[in-house]
Nanobody, 124 residues
Framework: QVQLVESGGGLVQAGGSLRLSCAAS????????VAWFRQPPGQERECVAA????????YSADSVKGRFTISRDNAKNTVYLQMNVLKPGDTAVYYC?????????????????WGQGTQVTVSS
């Protein structure tokens, strides 16, 4: 069983930046594909970025391309989401998810493990 813990959320003004972290309980986190999903109030969960377990493929949603970057530090068992030029429309709960030996999938049902989420609020 893999536990994921997100951190780094908060309140930021439009145009600002945040870096989210997803820390895993397993030392073999390098074997997992990881994705960041977000869920605004009353809306469905959507994938904003994903990285394959081997780092060869990366997915980025059109809505965040050029602003959000996913990366991983396998030595720290952590995946990051750097978010720049934030907009009020980015306000949501952000979740990380993991799938062992997976690719950069963007659909939630591909992922077996989920974190509890971290709130990101962007004020105008």
């Amino acid at each position: 069983q893999v536990q994921l813990v997100e951190s780094g959320g908060g309140l930021v003004q439009a145009g600002g930046s945040l870096r989210l972290s997803c820390a895993a309980s397993t030392r073999t986190f390098s074997q997992y594909a990881v994705a960041w999903f977000r869920q605004p109030p009353g809306q469905e969960r959507e994938c904003v970025a994903a990285i394959a377990w081997n780092g060869r493929n990366i997915y980025s949603a059109d809505s965040v391309k050029g602003r959000f970057t996913i990366s991983r530090d396998n030595a720290k068992n952590t995946v990051y989401l750097q978010m720049n030029v934030l907009k009020p429309g980015d306000t949501a709960v952000y979740y990380c998810a993991a799938d062992r030996f997976g690719d950069a999938y963007w659909t939630p049902n591909e992922y077996d493990y989920w974190g509890q989420g971290t709130q990101v609020t962007v004020s105008s």
